[in-house]
């Protein structure tokens, strides 16, 4: 991988007074306080978590209470993951994350989704074309590959990443560690965009995302630089906690 530049003393992320707030929220059964909230909803494709069950529940139990909710299939990251497998047919890949879409579209309507007007499905397309998100991601780029200490922390993340879900044994390895760096990049910048810049600040997931909980918890001034933003609303309910 790339050795970290030097750094940029305007994205200082110096740990302050002022903790990331982001957190987990309320305790199991306790979901009255999502009546009224916007939600951002990531699935990944091929994560077998997400069962017809969890989907009934997503729609009966999240979607339900909220003021709108977005359910979105991240396309673009399941890409980077058959990538990162040494996967290189890009048309069989786009086919099989087609289908996979589809089936999870399906799922959602089976469990009763479009009974809610308030709750919709989107993908990578969504943000895709958005210069709000280019930039962001441009700008989160350059602030974690000038800053050692953040750089740091994004290699620990790719070594314990390609640790848990393997790598391809035939590709070289700093290829293999690009990649997954840049699959842990683009999702922190989706979930920045999507809470931050976009506005729906509950996150709901399976269980939380490391670099991205890292930044919010260490380095809220990266947070708010990269944003704008004097004020950090991002909140995070764990899917995990209300099983």
Same mark, same amino acid.
Request: aromatic share 10%.
């Given at each position: 991988? &790339?050795? @970290?530049?030097?750094?940029? @003393?305007?994205?200082?992320? +110096?740990?302050?007074?002022?903790?990331?707030?982001?957190?987990?929220?309320?305790? *199991?059964?306790?979901?009255?306080?999502?009546?009224?909230?916007?939600?951002?909803? *990531?699935?990944?494709?091929?994560?077998?978590?997400?069962?017809?069950?969890?989907?009934? $529940?997503?729609?009966?139990?999240?979607?339900?209470? +909220?003021?709108?909710?977005?359910?979105?299939?991240?396309?673009?990251?399941?890409?980077?993951?058959?990538?990162?497998?040494?996967?290189?047919?890009?048309?069989?890949?786009?086919?099989?994350?087609?289908?996979?879409?589809?089936? &999870?579209?399906?799922?959602?309507?089976?469990?009763?989704?479009?009974?809610?007007?308030?709750?919709?499905?989107?993908?990578?397309?969504?943000?895709?074309?958005?210069?709000?998100?280019?930039?962001?991601?441009?700008?989160?780029?350059?602030?974690?590959?000038?800053? @050692?200490?953040?750089?740091?922390?994004?290699?620990?993340?790719? $070594?314990?990443?390609?640790?848990?879900?393997?790598?391809?044994?035939?590709?070289?390895?700093?290829?293999?560690?690009?990649?997954?760096?840049?699959? &842990?990049?683009?999702?922190?910048?989706?979930?920045?965009?999507?809470?931050? &810049?976009?506005?729906?600040?509950?996150?709901?997931?399976? $269980?939380?995302?490391?670099?991205?909980?890292?930044?919010?918890?260490?380095? @809220?001034?990266?947070?708010?630089?990269?944003?704008?933003? +004097?004020?950090?609303?991002?909140?995070?309910?764990?899917?995990?906690?209300?099983?």
């Amino acid at each position: 991988m &790339i050795k @970290p530049e030097s750094s940029d @003393p305007s994205m200082s992320s +110096s740990v302050t007074s002022d903790v990331a707030e982001m957190q987990s929220i309320g305790s *199991p059964g306790e979901l009255a306080f999502l009546k009224g909230k916007r939600l951002f909803i *990531p699935i990944s494709l091929g994560n077998h978590y997400y069962s017809s069950n969890v989907m009934r $529940r997503l729609v009966k139990d999240f979607v339900a209470q +909220s003021d709108q909710a977005i359910i979105f299939l991240c396309d673009r990251l399941r890409l980077l993951s058959y990538l990162i497998r040494g996967k290189r047919d890009l048309e069989g890949i786009n086919f099989s994350i087609s289908k996979q879409m589809d089936q &999870i579209v399906a799922a959602l309507k089976n469990v009763g989704l479009e009974l809610y007007s308030n709750g919709r499905v989107e993908n990578w397309s969504f943000c895709q074309n958005d210069g709000r998100y280019a930039q962001l991601l441009s700008n989160l780029t350059h602030a974690v590959r000038h800053d @050692p200490v953040l750089w740091a922390e994004l290699e620990a993340n790719v $070594r314990r990443a390609l640790r848990v879900h393997g790598a391809s044994a035939e590709m070289d390895g700093v290829e293999c560690a690009h990649l997954q760096a840049e699959y &842990i990049i683009e999702e922190t910048a989706l979930s920045v965009y999507m809470t931050e &810049i976009v506005g729906f600040n509950f996150e709901v997931y399976r $269980r939380g995302l490391g670099f991205v909980d890292y930044l919010y918890d260490y380095h @809220p001034l990266t947070i708010k630089s990269l944003t704008g933003k +004097s004020i950090l609303h991002k909140r995070f309910v764990s899917l995990e906690n209300y099983g």
